[in-house]
Nanobody, 124 residues
Framework: QVQLVESGGGLVQTGGSLRLSCAAS????????MGWFRQAPGKEREFVAL????????YYTDSVKGRFTISGNNAKNTVYMQMNSLKPEDTAVYYC?????????????????WGQGTQVTVSS
């Protein structure tokens, strides 16, 4: 049973930083791609960033490039996302997800496993 547990969300002022963590269990994840998605109130879920465990390749949506950094610790089966220079428009529930295929496409429908989400709120 795959389990993804996010942590690290919270309330921060504009320009502040947060680090999200996603602890994965229940599988050997070294062939997976791990992604972060977010959903703001009244909006559809959108892709944020991904990392492929096998070679640490990463990919980001344009709106977070240069501000967010995704990384992973294979030994701990944990993925992180460091979020700097946060903006009010970054406010959303952030979800960790796992794609067994190891592909780099940022499509939510490729991700079979999802965490419960963690709230990030950026005040202006």
């Amino acid at each position: 049973q795959v389990q993804l547990v996010e942590s690290g969300g919270g309330l921060v002022q504009t320009g502040g930083s947060l680090r999200l963590s996603c602890a994965a269990s229940g599988r050997t994840f070294n062939r997976y791609t791990m992604g972060w998605f977010r959903q703001a109130p009244g909006k559809e879920r959108e892709f944020v960033a991904l990392i492929r465990w096998s070679d640490s390749s990463t990919y980001y949506t344009d709106s977070v490039k240069g501000r967010f950094t995704i990384s992973g610790n294979n030994a701990k089966n944990t993925v992180y996302m460091q979020m700097n220079s946060l903006k009010p428009e970054d406010t959303a529930v952030y979800y960790c997800a796992a794609n067994p295929s190891g592909g780099m496409a940022p499509s939510a429908n490729l991700y079979d496993y999802w965490g419960q989400g963690t709230q990030v709120t950026v005040s202006s």
